[in-house]
């Protein structure tokens, strides 16, 4: 990334706050019982664009019985690898976002399921510029 070009020896990672918020709304949207233990530090957790359950994916992993490269093509976009085998972060992912940058929402949203990242608080929702409406009469007729 071109965050780690300028700094190269950073000491510790940072999280942008729009990441934060993307991995809260994957967190809540994923299906938990699609992400599976693959290894000790690897997990299978779903794409957004799966043709296939993470299942299904593994066991094909495993035989490499791809019938033809469109098959194989949507094997691959179905699922993605997470690895934290390293002692520090950032946990690595196969995901499209994951390849480009150092962090991606699956990365972020597993630390969040683990309890080693706290979720971001939830704000309500701001009222709208300008001078609230004037509030009517309870039986009155529009």
């Known amino acids: 990334s071109i965050l780690n070009e300028q700094t190269p020896f950073a000491t510790h990672i940072t999280y942008k706050d729009d990441l934060d918020l993307e991995a809260v709304e994957w967190v809540k949207k994923v ?65 499209r976002y994951g390849l480009k940058e150092f962090a991606c929402v699956h990365a972020v949203g597993m630390m969040m399921l683990w309890g080693t990242r706290q979720m971001p608080q939830e704000t309500g929702n701001r009222r709208g510029k300008g001078r609230p409406k004037k509030v009517k009469y309870a039986l009155s007729k529009d």
């Open 31 to 95: 299906d938990k019982t699609q992400i599976l233990q693959l290894t000790t530090f690897n997990f299978v957790i779903p794409s957004k664009d799966r043709k296939m359950n993470t299942s299904t994916w593994v066991n094909l992993l495993h035989s490499m019985a791809w019938d033809s490269y469109d098959h194989f093509k949507g094997w691959l976009h179905s699922a993605g690898l997470l690895d934290f085998s390293r002692f520090l972060l950032p946990i690595f992912c196969t995901c």
